[in-house]
C-alpha cells in the first residue's frame, strides 16, 4: 500500500474499543456454537444465569490494553505534566489539567505505567486524555469478522460465476474442445465476436483473451487439431 493512498482515519479508544468488543463478541459466539451442547443447569431465580458476553467484552479489552503495553498497537493523547485540581477526588477527576492541543505519541512503556480509566491514561506524574489509535491499525490486528453463510438444509452450494466464465464454458460445450483437440483460435474469436454480455458487443480484445484461456498453453504454439463444423465466418 502506498502512503498516498493509506486510510489514516482516527479511531477515539472508545470506538476501537467497540469495534474490538464486536469482533471478540461475534468470534467466541462462533466458538460456543460449535461446541457439543451441554445440559442446561438449575438456576435459582435470584442466582440467574450470567450473559456471556459481558466476559466476552471484558476479554476484548483486556487485549486492547495489552496489544498497547506490548506496541502492537500505536495510539496519540494529548499530555500533561500539570496538576490543576491536586490530587483528584477519585473517579473520573484525576487531578491533572492544561493538556496539551497537540496529539503526541504513548509509549508502551507508558501504557505499562499508567492507568486507563473514564477515557484518561494517567501515571503518578503525568496524564493523557483525548487518545486516538489508526483505525487500519487496529482491523489489521482485529479484522471484521464475516459470519459464514450456510446453505439451506437440502440445498447445494451454487459456485460463483461470471457472464465471462459462462460465455467460455459454453464455447467448450460448442467446439467440442478437449486436452487432444483444441481448435482453431481463429474461429474462436470469431465466435465470440458474435456473441454478446450483458447486451454488449464482446470486444476485439476480450474475444481474443477468451478465445487464448479456453485453450491449452501448448496449443497456443502452434499444432492444434482443427474442429470439424461449420465455418462460422461465412454464416450470416
Not at 80 to 91: A, K, V
Not at 120 to 141: S, Y
Request: contains cysteine.
Amino acid at each position: 500500500m502506498s502512503l498516498q493512498t493509506l486510510d489514516r482515519t482516527q479511531w477515539s479508544f472508545a470506538e476501537a474499543l467497540a469495534h474490538v468488543q464486536t469482533v471478540t463478541v461475534a468470534r467466541r459466539a462462533v466458538e460456543v456454537a460449535k461446541l457439543p451442547p451441554k445440559p442446561a443447569p438449575a438456576y435459582q431465580t435470584w442466582n440467574a444465569p450470567q450473559d456471556p458476553t459481558a466476559g466476552w467484552k471484558a476479554e476484548a479489552e483486556t487485549e486492547l490494553l495489552v496489544a498497547l503495553r506490548d506496541g502492537d498497537l500505536l495510539a496519540q493523547g494529548r499530555y500533561t505534566e500539570e496538576r490543576t485540581h491536586g490530587w483528584g477526588n477519585g473517579g473520573s477527576s484525576s487531578g491533572f489539567g492544561l493538556h496539551s492541543g497537540y496529539h503526541t505519541s504513548i509509549r508502551p512503556e507508558q501504557w505499562r505505567e499508567g492507568t486507563y480509566s473514564f477515557g484518561r491514561l494517567t501515571a503518578r506524574d503525568w496524564e493523557f486524555i483525548d487518545i486516538r489509535v489508526a483505525r487500519f491499525l487496529v482491523k489489521a490486528i482485529w479484522p471484521d469478522h464475516v459470519t459464514a453463510v450456510r446453505p439451506a438444509t437440502g440445498t447445494d452450494t451454487v459456485p460463483y460465476t461470471t457472464p465471462y466464465l459462462e460465455l467460455m464454458q459454453t464455447a467448450i460445450a460448442k467446439f467440442g474442445i478437449t486436452p487432444e483437440n483444441q481448435g482453431k483460435k481463429d474461429c474462436l474469436v470469431d465466435w465470440f465476436l458474435e456473441q454478446q454480455i450483458e447486451g454488449e458487443p464482446v470486444s476485439n480484445k476480450l474475444a481474443d483473451a477468451m478465445a487464448t484461456l479456453i485453450r491449452l498453453p501448448s496449443a497456443q504454439r502452434g499444432g492444434a487439431k482443427r474442429v470439424l463444423g461449420p465455418d462460422l465466418r461465412q454464416t450470416g
